[in-house]
Each structure stands twice: as C-alpha cells, then as structure tokens.
T-cell receptor, first 112, second 109 residues
Framework: DADVTQTPRNRITKTGKRIMLECSQT?????MYWYRQDPGLGLRLIYY???????NKGEISDGYSVSRQAQAKFSLSLESAIPNQTALYFC???????????FGSGTRLTVV | GIQVEQSPPDLILQEGANSTLRCNFS?????LQWFHQNPWGQLINLFY???GTKQNGRLSATTVATERYSLLYISSSQTTDSGVYFC???????????FGEGTQLTVNP
C-alpha cells in the first residue's frame, strides 16, 4: 500500500457543487499539506497542518477549506466548485525535525 | 517569501546525452528536494539534498547552499527520464516547501 493515499484519483464535478478530496497516510508523520498544480506550473500550497489542532492557510486558500480528522487523515473541501479550480491536487506529509516530504499520487479534478 | 527559479524551462535531448538542470533560490534553506513528475502526474522524490553532493545511478545532485543554487545532473539519458523536474525548498526561517516552476525534459529515441 502507498504511504500517502489520495481519493479519488480522478473526479469531474459541476460548477457550484461541494466536493471533498481525501488524504490518508501510514508514515506516522505529524505534518500534512495540500498543494495544487496548474498546467505548466509548479505546486502551490493551499493549506497545511502541523498536528490535529493546528491548521494554517497557504498561499492560495481562498475557496477551499480543510479538516484534520486524525493524525493520519487530512481532507480538502471545495465548498462551491468553480472551473478555475480545475487542477491536479497533491497531498503531502513530513515529519517535524526532518524535512523530507512524501507526496501522494494526486487527484485530477475537473470542474465543468 | 523565498523565490525559486529553475533553468532551463524546457530541454530536448537525444537518448544517451547528458544534461544539467539548475535551481537558484533567493534565501538560505534547510531543505532542498528534487522531484521528477512522470507523464502520469506522479511526483517521485529523487534527492533530499540541502547541501553537498549525492548520487543515485545515472542521476546526481549538488547543492551549494552558501551560493544558493543546486544542480541536477542526468547522464546517459533515457526516454523514461522524460517529464518535469522540480526543485523545492524550505527556507531556514520557514516551514513550508516552495516549488520552482520546473524544467520540462523530453528525451527522444
């Protein structure tokens, strides 16, 4: 099994719908992150969490919300999806005190 | 925040050629990673290299932290090396990974 699992892998949704992307990890890391990648660009940070009670906004948090249900689970929600949120979304984990990051396989989201 | 610049933005090679990708960053860092994104979108961690030199098969990387740059070397390139190579850093005063915009590598048979 993958260390960082994202579901779903692909999703097409309509404008205005609420959608949740889920991430779970088996690495035992405290820190979890959600990134977004647009075509031809690098990854940009949406939200991050250093533990269950610590949630922080990244550089592009508008239109998104997150929930850290447990150390191993971190969900990203789009409350009312819009077409410019069409992108590849990545979840990542890292461990406090070390700086190597592990990424999930990504969720390809299309908003029509 | 920290700026990360990668060059070249695009690179086309014939199979068997060597290449060097560069990553410049604007502030001191305590983490630098190189990733390969394959054509299916998966991010593969190549190196964790905040300083020094590492080698893994045909790939090697060098980071000169005092001069704020890192280099990724690909020798005897293969078509499977195609994809986007990202450099990402965590600045010393921060805690979040910031990505460059990547180098798109195409290796032709």
């Amino acid at each position: 099994d993958a260390d960082v699992t994202q579901t779903p892998r692909n999703r097409i949704t309509k404008t205005g719908k609420r959608i949740m992307l889920e991430c779970s990890q088996t690495k035992g890391h405290d820190r979890m992150y959600w990134y977004r990648q647009d075509p031809g660009l690098g990854l940009r940070l949406i939200y991050y969490s250093f533990d269950v009670k610590d949630i922080n906004k990244g550089e592009i948090s508008d239109g998104y919300s997150v929930s850290r249900q447990a150390q191993a689970k971190f969900s990203l929600s789009l409350e009312s999806a819009i077409p410019n949120q069409t992108a590849l979304y990545f979840c990542a984990t890292s461990e406090a005190g070390t700086y190597g990051y592990t990424f999930g396989s990504g969720t390809r989201l299309t908003v029509v | 925040g920290i700026q990360v610049e990668q060059s070249p933005p695009d690179l086309i090679l014939q199979e068997g050629a060597n290449s060097t990708l560069r990553c410049n960053f604007s502030d001191s860092v305590n983490n630098l990673q190189w990733f390969h994104q394959n054509p299916w979108g998966q991010l593969i961690n190549l190196f964790y290299i905040p300083s020094g030199t590492k080698q893994n098969g045909r790939l090697s990387a060098t980071t000169v932290a005092t001069e704020r740059y890192s280099l990724l070397y690909i020798s005897s390139s293969q078509t499977t090396d195609s994809g986007v190579y990202f450099c990402a850093v965590v600045e010393t005063s921060g805690s979040r990974l910031t990505f460059g915009e990547g180098t798109q590598l195409t290796v032709n048979p």
